[in-house]
Each structure stands twice: as C-alpha cells, then as structure tokens.
C-alpha cells in the first residue's frame, strides 16, 4: 500500500530563516506530487505540483520554491520566511491522469 | 477562472439530525470529489463521482453529482459527533487538477 510522510510536523522559524519541508511517497512510481499552503479551517491553496523528477509547476508567485531531486521526494523552500508564510502546509500524490489525491498528514509552519 | 462555491461555510447541529452540504459552479467538471479533514490532519478522500446525476452511499453518507456536473451534494443521516470535521470538496478539470471549495466546517453536539 501507498504512504505518504511530512516532516518536520510541526516548526516555529525567525522572519528571515530559510526553510526546508520534506515529503516522501512510498509504495508507488512516478506519482504526480503537489504542495498545497491552507488557512485555518479553509480551503486549500495549490502551491507546486510536479509530474516528474525537476518538473515543477508554479500555482502562486511568492518567495517559496520547490523542488524534486527523487522520483518520490519533493521538498518545498525558502531563502527568507516572511510572516505571511505561517500556516498549515500539506504534501500530495496522485497517481499518473488520476483525479484522486492522497494527504500527508501536514507541517504546521510558525514564523515569528 | 473555475470557482467552487460550497454551503454552508458553518453548520452545528445536535446528534441524530440531518443536514445537506452544497458545492456549486457555474463550470462544468470532469469529476467532483469529497475530503474530509479532522484538525491537524490531511484531508482524507470519501468519494468520487464522475457521471452527471450519480449517487452515491457510503454508510449514512449520500454524495450526489448534478445532471450538468457542475453542482454536488453531501447529505449526512443521523449525524453523528464522529462525523465532526472540515468538509472539502474538488472538482476536477480536463487537466486533472482540482479546484477546491473553501470548507464546510461540520460540528455535531452529543
């Protein structure tokens, strides 16, 4: 069966500190993956999304990137955190022309 | 620009009651999915519809597509306090991407 892994789970970070999150997928091959950024008790917000290994799509323009080193790793980051950059982050696979998407269980991202 | 509009965007309601929660569009979609997300959590998928006017049950929860596959409902019998939760809903388009409603937060009184 497939899994899906965030972390760190939670993180507490300065305005100005970079950021890493890391998400891994296990159980499948060449899995579209997606960064998703939601607010309290909202609805989702694409951020990335990736179709292959250095294939990244940009949803949003802002100071975050992303990038796919492995086939099932995406990794979400930043030079320099702003405020506006806290919330709930969560990572995502589908399976290749497939509707249906699978959760991780998310980093909740304090800047302060 | 795709929007999904979903309705109510709060409902609190006693154990053992019904209640209907709406997705809108005026675009049309390739399918329409529900997630359900728990504080904390990721969202877990409960269904997916794909064919204009289906239906379909999972235990006391009903999920139906509009004839045009713009709309969908999710109706809940019997609530009960487990069915507490962020109720989310996504269509799809012709690129398999999702368009998300903004959440129907669910809460259910003992």
């Known amino acids: 069966s497939q899994t899906i892994h965030q972390w760190p789970a939670t993180l507490v970070q300065p305005v100005g500190s970079p950021l890493s999150l890391e998400c891994t997928v296990e159980g499948t091959s060449n899995p579209n993956l997606y960064w998703y950024r939601q607010a309290a008790g909202r609805g989702l917000q694409l951020l990335f999304y990736?179709?292959?290994?250095?294939?990244i799509s940009s949803e949003v323009p802002q100071n975050l990137s992303a990038s796919r080193p492995q086939d099932r790793q995406f990794i979400l980051s930043s030079k320099k955190l702003l405020l506006s950059d806290s919330g709930f982050y969560l990572c995502a696979w589908s399976k290749s022309r497939s509707y249906e998407q699978y959760f991780g269980p998310g980093t909740r991202l304090t800047v302060t | 620009t795709q929007l999904l509009e979903q309705s109510p965007q709060f409902l609190s309601i006693q154990e053992g009651e019904n209640l209907t929660v709406y997705c809108n569009s005026s675009s049309v979609f390739s399918s329409l999915q529900w997630y359900r997300q728990e504080p904390g959590e990721g969202p877990v998928l409960l269904v997916t519809?794909?064919?204009g006017g289906e239906v379909k049950k999972l235990k006391r929860l009903t999920f139906q597509f509009g004839d045009a596959r713009k709309d969908s409902s999710l109706h809940i019998t019997a609530a009960q306090p487990g069915d507490t939760g962020l109720y989310l809903c996504a269509g799809a388009d012709s690129n398999y991407q999702l368009i998300w409603g903004a959440g129907t937060k669910l809460i259910i009184k003992p």
């Open positions: 519809v794909v064919t």
């Open positions: 990736s179709v292959g290994i250095g294939q």
